[in-house]
């Protein structure tokens, strides 16, 4: 079984390097195919995003820097005066990241 398994960790080495993914969980050889398998479309659907969200200079980032930046950022969700608001830390890098994809999911233009 060992064997078999090893060209598959080569092809997926940067996907699951970047998503942190890269010792399985499990010791059933079908299991860590499964692993595999939704690693690579979490790592699809980053792309799309990065791709189709973000603005351009965030294309040439890696994986690893977008979900650093834009999808593990604090926030907290506040509602004052029957509207709901986002609070940010200080900290954030890329504030601008988030309010390009706010205004490109405001205007529908995501994933045509």
Request: with cysteine.
């Given at each position: 079984m060992h064997r078999q398994k090893q060209g598959q960790e080569n092809v997926l080495k940067g996907p699951l390097r970047d998503l942190g993914l890269h010792?399985?969980?499990?010791?059933?050889?079908v299991a860590n195919q499964a692993y595999y398998i939704l690693g690579q479309i979490a790592y699809l659907l980053l792309v799309g995003m990065q791709y189709n969200l973000l603005?351009?200079?965030?294309?040439?980032?890696?994986?690893?820097?977008?979900?650093?930046?834009?999808?593990?950022?604090?926030?907290?969700?506040v509602k004052h005066a029957r509207r709901l608001k986002i609070w940010f830390t200080k900290q954030i890098v890329h504030i601008?990241?988030?309010?390009?994809?706010?205004?490109?999911l405001e205007r529908g233009l995501v994933f045509r």
């Open positions: 010792h399985p969980p499990c010791q059933r050889f603005p351009e200079k965030a294309r040439r980032c890696r994986p690893c820097t977008i979900i650093k930046h834009f999808l593990r950022v604090a926030a907290k969700v601008d990241w988030i309010y390009f994809a706010a205004t490109q």
